[in-house]
């Protein structure tokens, strides 16, 4: 099952899923959903984009079975940085976005699920134009818990679960 508030990304999953998989044109602010209908929730590059992430987070772990999965783009990577500067001099989507910090994303968390285990990690280090460039210093800085990587991904387990 997957959802995406807009036609047009509903439209590209559709042509690389098929109709095996059920797409819904939805808001993550109001998934029609029961509570405890999915084993796991992901939401992938979707805090940035909406107007009330507290409220989103608060939704998906209701209707999760205790595993919520969160993937962020990270404020305080070169990436992160580079976007933000580029949108200051042109328009693009991350104009409108509201990056991360692991920090910021777990005090995010935290407000729904105070008690829920919480695992964190991050990934490209290096703008993709560096990296070939410099391999070696990419594999050096992308350990697990840097804060500094592109993409921050973040479990959110249940205790229970």
Same mark, same amino acid.
């Given at each position: 099952m997957g959802a995406d508030i807009s036609p047009h990304m509903v439209r590209l999953a559709r042509q690389k =899923? +098929?109709? +095996?998989?059920p797409l819904l044109l939805g808001d993550a602010e109001n998934l029609p959903f029961k509570e405890n209908s999915f084993d796991c929730v992901a939401l992938i590059t979707t805090l940035e984009f909406i107007p009330d992430? #507290?409220?989103?987070?608060?939704?998906? !772990?209701?209707?999760? /079975?205790g595993k919520l999965l969160l993937g962020v783009l990270n404020k305080y990577s070169f990436l992160g940085m580079k976007r933000r500067l580029k949108g200051m001099f042109r328009r693009s989507i991350f104009d409108r976005a509201r990056f991360y910090s692991i920090w910021e =994303?777990?005090? =995010?968390?935290?407000? *729904?699920?105070? #008690?829920?285990?919480? #695992?964190?990690? *991050?990934? =490209?280090? !290096? @703008?993709m134009s560096w990296q070939?460039?410099?391999?070696?210093? #990419?594999?050096? !800085? *992308?350990? /697990? &818990?840097? @804060? !500094? &990587?592109?993409?921050?991904g973040m479990a959110v387990l249940d205790k229970e679960a």
């Open positions: =899923l +098929g109709k +095996g998989v992430p #507290e409220r989103v987070v608060h939704d998906a !772990l209701r209707i999760c /079975r =994303l777990k005090r =995010l968390v935290t407000k *729904s699920a105070p #008690e829920a285990f919480v #695992e964190w990690a *991050s990934v =490209l280090v !290096l @703008p070939h460039h410099f391999p070696s210093f #990419e594999r050096w !800085l *992308s350990f /697990r &818990g840097n @804060p !500094l &990587g592109a993409f921050l």
